[in-house]
């Protein structure tokens, strides 16, 4: 988590509320916190120790106070984004809330709240996903489009194997016979790849191409982001973020080979603008493309859903 600023418990976050420091909306964490004190004297030692720690008392419009930008925009977000940080069996998640003006990056638990200090909502994006590095360090690599058929018949061929380094006929024979799959089909898969221009085989060597390479180091690495975008409409909880209706992206390789993975939707070959022939839609359909990215580039895909949020709002 970044640097943090503040850290609120549940008496704290009820004393804020109460006196109208803040008024959460119902889709803020906030309110995840919210718990009432078992007396009027524990309410006033809480509020003299806000107070002792600069947080404002409702007396000063609150934008204007220490901690404002903070509290104001967990109070009244516009949408959360999660990101999903999974290397091998570990997974670690960052939590971003967005409001209108700032975003701030928020650690809850049922027993406190920490949260970083306020950044222009661009600055925060671009930090966080910068901190995670997504940017791949090849250079002049195209995005590169393949289905998924194809990558499981690359890792078929390559298990034991998976730093893709040249590979013998006779060590894919035996992968796959280690998968239960009849050796004898390595000649057909290997024939296909070819075709498609993902391998070279030359006798019994089997050779990725450079950008097939990429692609599997990527995938093969068992480390991965998930990055994901919800907007917090007025009438929802703050807890879905995982929602169907959440925006997704999804992020594989460790730092310095990571790819942006984008499937191709079969929706968009559809439309009028498209121009992609009956046949080729068919042939793309299901793909996935596999592309450089960079936290700028990533930043601007969702600041543009929290803009249409703004447009919403």
Do not use: C
Not at 24 to 45: C, F, G, W, Y
Not at 90 to 100: D, M, P, W, Y
Not at 233 to 245: A, E, K
């Amino acid at each position: 988590m970044a640097e943090i600023a503040l850290t609120l418990v549940p008496p704290e976050v009820h004393v804020l509320v109460t006196d109208q420091v803040v008024v959460p909306a119902r889709r803020s964490r906030l309110k995840e916190l919210l718990l009432v004190p078992t007396s009027a004297e524990a309410r006033r030692d809480t509020r003299a120790q806000l107070q002792k720690r600069g947080l404002p008392d409702g007396k000063k419009a609150l934008l204007s106070t220490r901690y404002g930008r903070e509290l104001a925009t967990l109070a009244s977000p516009r949408g959360e984004l999660l990101v999903e940080h999974t290397r091998g069996t570990e997974v670690t998640r960052r939590l971003l809330i967005i409001g209108s003006h700032d975003a701030v990056e928020l650690s809850i638990t049922p027993e406190s709240l920490a949260v970083s200090a306020a950044q222009p909502r661009k600055e925060a994006i671009e930090a966080l996903l910068g901190a995670l590095d997504v940017t791949h360090e090849t250079k002049g690599l195209e995005p590169f489009l393949m289905h998924p058929d194809q990558l499981q018949a690359l890792t078929l061929l390559w298990a034991g194997a998976l730093e893709g380094a040249p590979r013998s006929l006779a060590a894919a024979s035996q992968a796959l016979a280690t998968a239960k799959l009849p050796a004898a089909d390595v000649d057909a898969l290997a024939a296909a790849l070819v075709e498609s221009k993902l391998i070279t085989r030359d006798g019994d060597t089997l050779t990725l191409s450079a950008t097939a390479g990429a692609v599997t180091r990527a995938v093969w690495a068992e480390e991965r982001l998930a990055i994901y975008f919800r907007e917090t409409p007025d009438n929802d909880l703050p807890q879905h973020i995982l929602d169907d209706d959440a925006m997704s992206l999804q992020v594989v390789g460790k730092p310095g080979q990571r790819l942006l993975v984008t499937p191709v939707d079969a929706d968009d070959l559809t439309e009028p603008e498209a121009q992609v022939a009956p046949a080729d839609a068919a042939r793309l359909e299901g793909a996935l493309v596999f592309s450089r990215t960079s936290p700028r580039a990533l930043a601007e895909v969702l600041l543009d859903a929290v803009s249409d949020t703004d447009d919403d709002a």
